[in-house]
T-cell receptor
């Protein structure tokens, strides 16, 4: 079966750095997305990785290792508004999005 | 660009009635639209995938006769919850994609069935 694992919940301090990991086992791979979802709102796009390596976009970076079936989202200089759920999703061989359950990130002052 | 709208944003209805939710891609043509349901503190659950002009493909466990999906054009898909019951109360989110892989999400519709 297809499976995406990410931690259920993480806590971090304002101003600090946090890394949210995502591991996947899917039938084929055509890219990995990270989405942010605030409570009561729809997900918003953060990043897309299809090649190995690190993609940096402001305070957020996303890393992919296809050989390890592993990705992480790195958030720097955390702000209170970063408190949200972070969803990892993989595009499989049928070009369908397979979703992780999401990681709830709690930022403390 | 790539804006998806949903209407209504929230709706309250009585048990036994039907509710229609619209999903529109405003500035692109969506070859495929997806309907998700999300219960509180849970992740997105894909309900169905629809391609313009063809029947929707429903995920296992989703009743196709209860959740009617119509993808009549490249910019509009509708989800009708028929004979709604309190357990159908949820956050319904649509997304649309064109020829690339990214899904653009609508703002969601919160349905409460009393």
């Amino acid at each position: 079966g297809q499976n995406i694992d990410q931690p259920t919940e993480m806590t971090a301090t304002e101003g600090a750095i946090v890394q949210i990991n995502c591991t996947y086992q899917t039938s084929g791979f055509n890219g990995l997305f990270w989405y942010q979802q605030h409570a009561g709102e729809a997900p918003t796009f953060l990043s897309y990785n299809v090649l190995d390596g690190l993609e940096e976009k402001g305070r957020f970076s996303s890393f992919l290792s296809r050989s390890k079936g592993y990705s992480y989202l790195l958030l720097k200089e955390l702000q209170m508004k970063d408190s949200a759920s972070y969803l990892c999703a993989v595009v499989d061989s049928n070009y369908q999005l397979i979703w992780g359950a999401g990681t709830k990130l709690i930022i403390k002052p | 660009g790539a804006v998806v709208s949903q209407h209504p944003s929230w709706v309250i209805c009585k048990s036994g009635t039907s509710v229609k939710i619209e999903c529109r891609s405003l500035d692109f043509q969506a070859t495929t639209m997806f309907w998700y349901r999300q219960f509180p503190k849970q992740s997105l659950m894909l309900m169905a995938t629809s391609n313009e002009g063809s029947k929707a493909t429903y995920e296992q466990g989703v009743e196709k006769d209860k959740f009617l999906i119509n993808h009549a054009s490249l910019t509009l898909s509708t989800l009708t919850v028929t004979s709604a019951h309190p357990e159908d109360s949820s956050f319904y989110i649509c997304s649309a994609k064109d020829r690339d892989y990214e899904q653009y999400f609508g703002p969601g519709t919160r349905l409460t069935v009393t």
